[in-house]
């Protein structure tokens, strides 16, 4: 429960800083080192952030609100998720873009720094009146593996754990994919589309985002990155994803548990095209 609620706490100051400082600031002094944010693939978040034009910057408002957070055994990995609404410029030119954001952080001497963040747009309106339940991540905790076995994982395995995953992609599709490799309370997040919770829901957007882009084509990865929890029962990738003979190439973020059936499986997975 502390963990769950210093990561709330966390995502509730970022969000004040983005809306009252603007987007620049909240990020560059929320990032730890060698974080990533994604655009064409993933890129360093410091150096992009810091070569935004410093007016440009002061323009840009983004209001967010988590509504799902995740969190290692350790207390050294965590996960929150929710709607955001990014504003640039006031008046008649003032644009306003709606969507869900995925944010990965990493504690390091007791504060957590956020490594990895991925948004994915949708049409219309989101509100921001949401709160997370606690009751809803402990129900990804129950899918979990015994500590005494999670503590002898290791990054390889995970590392494996993705190719098995892309492959089964190329075999099965991505709506078949991802119900044996996802956790029944897992989230998916790709663009158009309200998020996809549980096996069914998750499934369902992933199969129609994805198959159909791909197109029958075979796919494709370059991995980006990797990093497990000293606890072993979580961890995540990134890196980018491409359909072979297409123009579709996506970026991609996952966090994944490792499962009480000794396999690492997909929490929350999110798609982000370019």
């Known amino acids: 429960m502390k963990t769950w609620l210093s990561l709330q706490d966390t995502d509730s100051k970022f969000s004040e800083r983005s809306r009252t400082l603007g987007v620049n600031s909240a990020v560059l002094n929320a990032i730890g080192d060698n974080a990533v944010v994604f655009r064409r693939g993933p ?30 055994r350790a ?3 965590g996960l929150t998720a929710g709607p955001y609404r990014h504003t640039v410029g ?27 963040d991925m948004v994915v747009r949708v049409p219309g ?5 949401v709160n997370p339940q606690i009751s809803e991540t402990e129900k990804a905790i ?6 005494e ?11 494996a754990a993705e190719d098995l995953f892309i492959r089964a992609i190329n075999f099965r599709g991505g709506r078949r994919a991802i119900l044996r490799y996802g956790l029944d309370t897992q989230r998916v997040y790709v663009p158009g589309m309200a998020p996809g919770i549980g096996s069914e829901s998750g499934s369902m957007a992933y199969g129609a985002f994805l198959d159909e882009h791909m197109d029958m084509s075979l796919l494709t990865h370059q991995p980006g990155g990797a990093y497990m929890a000293e606890s072993g029962d979580v961890g995540y990738t990134y890196g980018t994803m491409m359909a072979e003979g297409s123009n579709f190439s996506t970026n991609y973020l996952r966090f994944w548990r490792f499962t009480a059936s000794g396999e690492w499986k997909i929490a929350v997975e999110v798609l982000n095209p370019f």
């Open 43 to 72: 890129v360093d978040a410091r150096t992009t952030y810091e070569r935004i034009n410093p007016e440009q910057a002061q323009r840009a408002t983004l209001e967010s609100r988590a509504n799902y957070i995740e969190f290692s």
């Open 75 to 77: 207390g050294d990995l």
């Open 125 to 129: 309106v989101l509100s921001l009146d």
């Open 90 to 116: 006031a008046g008649e030119d003032q644009r306003r873009t709606y969507g869900h954001f995925i944010t990965i952080y990493r504690q390091f001497a007791g504060e957590w720094r956020l490594m990895a």
């Open 142 to 147: 129950a899918e979990s593996a015994p500590a």
């Open 149 to 159: 076995i999670a503590a002898k994982n290791t990054l390889e395995s995970l590392v």
